[in-house]
């Protein structure tokens, strides 16, 4: 599978600063450097029945912004994203619709590809579906049912989570707050024959009129945790440094992707880092697509709205924090862009350089977006009250909020 073009990244003077982040397992924020020179980045995706509302952009953002500052700090970024394109919720969708679920899983996929691109995030090295990693999950289901880890319920197989000692370290949670949660969250607790309420599926015996693949764990899907685990595994091994998503993936999925992987190898950590992002909501509610209460990027595109002006309405609100989306905040946001476009439109203006230093120290600083925001606020207003003579400046902000901000003025 294809992900989407990349946007070029101006080039910048000196380097960046390492990147402090919180860490969602850790319990606070603490400094993420990558052991070599190459950063590890592996960010949830899409299930392709609905895209892409402002929740997906929102997190997506957060973990461009992640790679927009280690690649400053002069990291090279290896970067893998996967697709969910086949999952009871696509697969309910396509019979509510009476769609080819294949269909509606590439034409979604389609349009979160160009959501991208018109926001300039940075695309994966690696993009990846669900579907084509089947062969990397059934070796790995398969030792996990030779150590003791996974056990058959009927033909489904299912994931012990007392094999791994550790389960529970990503999330901070206890089993009895894990509960009620699993269930919300795609688990099913009350499953007879489990041998735990809490222990996944790793592979899905064939149902009638769902899709199966005929594999040594018999004719089949897999599950969603393991689908992470194994596409992350096969080209970012073990202990990459950040797994990011959204903040309702930290339980289950996160949780359980990291004691898939750590049963499977031996090794731990599964990442160094967990990372994630708050949700967005519309009228008192998260955005979710069950719920229906969704604003789309592309629907914005069509009426009209700048795609910049998007994107500096998502680095408007501090990644980490739930928040609330209204027209104000795009009013805000399409003014802010207006602003900052005349400001860098002169031929000259105040000295840049400090602007530069102040929003790579915010973004470094746990991706403080909205810091990086206010800095060029001030910058654009110093130009509009008494401009300047530094005939670099104009052009060093340009690509300052080109560079690290994503947002091409």
């Known amino acids: 599978m294809h992900a989407w073009p990349a946007s070029e990244v101006p080039a910048l003077p000196g380097q960046g600063l390492p990147l402090r982040i919180h860490d969602t397992a850790a319990g606070g924020t603490r400094e993420v450097v990558p052991e070599g020179p190459t950063a590890r980045l592996y960010v949830c995706g899409i299930t392709p029945y609905d895209a892409t509302h402002l929740g997906h952009a929102a997190t997506y953002n957060a973990f461009d912004l992640v790679q927009r500052v280690w690649k400053d700090a002069g990291h090279d970024v290896l970067y893998v994203q996967n697709v969910t394109d086949v999952d009871d919720p696509l697969l309910e969708r396509a019979v509510a619709t009476g769609e080819d679920w294949t269909v509606l899983a590439e034409r979604e996929t389609a349009l979160f590809r160009e959501d991208m691109t018109a926001l300039r995030m940075l695309p994966p090295a690696h993009y990846i579906g669900a579907v084509e990693s089947i062969p990397w999950i059934v070796p790995l289901v398969k030792k996990l049912l030779a150590s003791g880890a996974a056990y058959r319920v009927d033909d489904d197989i299912y994931f012990s989570v007392d094999a791994e000692p550790r389960f529970g370290e990503v999330s901070r949670l206890t089993r009895e707050e894990m509960l009620p949660v699993f269930a919300e969250r795609g688990g099913d607790p009350d499953r007879p024959g489990k041998r735990n309420p809490l222990d996944a599926l790793l592979w899905l015996a064939a149902r009638p009129g769902e899709p199966a693949w005929d594999t040594e764990l018999g004719h089949g899907r897999p599950g969603w945790h393991i689908e992470c685990v194994a596409i992350a595994l096969e080209f970012l091994d073990m202990s990459f440094d950040i797994q990011g998503g959204g903040s309702d993936l930290s339980f289950p999925h996160h949780e359980m992707g990291a004691a898939h992987a750590q049963a499977a190898t031996g090794a731990h950590p599964f990442a160094r ?9 519309l009228d008192g509610h998260k955005m979710s697509k069950s719920r229906g209460n969704l604003v789309f990027v592309s629907k914005l595109r069509r009426d009209g709205v700048d795609p910049a002006a998007i994107r500096l309405a998502l680095l408007s609100r501090h990644y980490r924090s739930d928040w609330e989306w209204d027209k104000s905040v795009l009013d805000e946001s399409v003014e802010r862009l207006a602003r900052w476009r005349a400001a860098v439109s002169r031929p000259d203006g105040p000295a840049a350089e400090g602007l530069l230093a102040e929003v790579r ?12 925001l206010a800095a060029v606020d001030r910058w654009a207003a110093l130009q509009a009250e008494s401009g300047g003579t530094d005939i670099g400046a104009p052009g060093l902000v340009s690509r300052t909020v080109d560079a690290l901000l994503g947002v091409a003025l």
């Open 273 to 281: 880092a967990y990372v994630h992002a708050g949700m967005v909501g």
């Open 361 to 372: 120290a915010a973004l470094a600083d746990d991706l403080d977006a909205p810091a990086a």
